[in-house]
């Protein structure tokens, strides 16, 4: 597939709340458990379809969570077009640690408009050991202008769907601002190009803005 835009997009939270799984098993397809810590940035690439038939090769750059690489991962921030938050929520000081990430995001961010960032609570399936509940998060994510999903690196199917929410509501979003660092195209004639469908995803934001 020849794919028109590249998305330059980056993944954060603290160690060991499951980035690394849940970007691997959207990258791969299946289920990935990735045990091992991430040692400053991995970087994973994949081309995705969206509803209207657009191509986008997605850059994914997967951040360690340890505060040591902090220097290294800031780097990073810059010249992106959104952001994935997580936090593991079966751990409180995870949820604690996300207005960390946030503001460093926000602060280093080279656009002159807001990314598309999502908060994820990972580790869905550990249910009986959650200790974040889906209203605290929510009333987080409202409050920061984020949207809000829960996942598992065991259900492919839910990061499918939100790894597909996360790209429609870049690529509303970057039309609305063309000068987005993020976003590249191969053809520059592929700006001036009306798309029908992209009234209805602009209000994305709004429609998923409750999700899972």
Request: glycine share 4%; proline share 0%.
């Amino acid at each position: 597939m020849t794919h028109q835009y590249v998305f330059r997009t980056i993944i954060l939270g603290s160690a060991k709340a499951g980035k690394s799984s849940f970007c691997k098993t959207y990258a791969e397809g299946y289920s990935c458990v990735q045990k091992e810590a991430t040692i400053g940035v991995d970087f994973v690439a994949k081309k995705h379809q969206l509803d209207d038939g657009t191509i986008i090769k997605v850059n994914m750059w997967d951040t360690a969570g340890q505060e040591a690489f902090r220097a290294i991962i800031q780097s990073y921030y810059r010249d992106i077009c959104g952001a994935l938050l997580f936090f593991d929520i079966t751990d409180r000081s995870s949820f604690e640690k996300v207005d960390f990430w946030l503001k460093d995001l926000r602060h280093f961010n080279t656009c002159k408009h807001d990314h598309v960032v999502i908060l994820v609570g990972n580790k869905s399936d550990l249910k009986d050991r959650r200790v974040i509940s889906h209203n605290e998060a929510l009333t987080y994510a409202k409050e920061n202008q984020l949207l809000y999903v829960e996942s598992s690196c065991y259900d492919v199917d839910n990061i499918e769907t939100i790894m597909h929410h996360f790209y429609t509501s870049i690529y509303a979003h970057y039309c609305n601002h063309e000068n987005c660092k993020g976003v590249k195209t191969n053809d520059e004639n592929t700006k001036s190009k009306v798309f029908s469908s992209l009234r209805d995803s602009i209000t994305t934001r709004e429609k998923y803005r409750n999700c899972c």
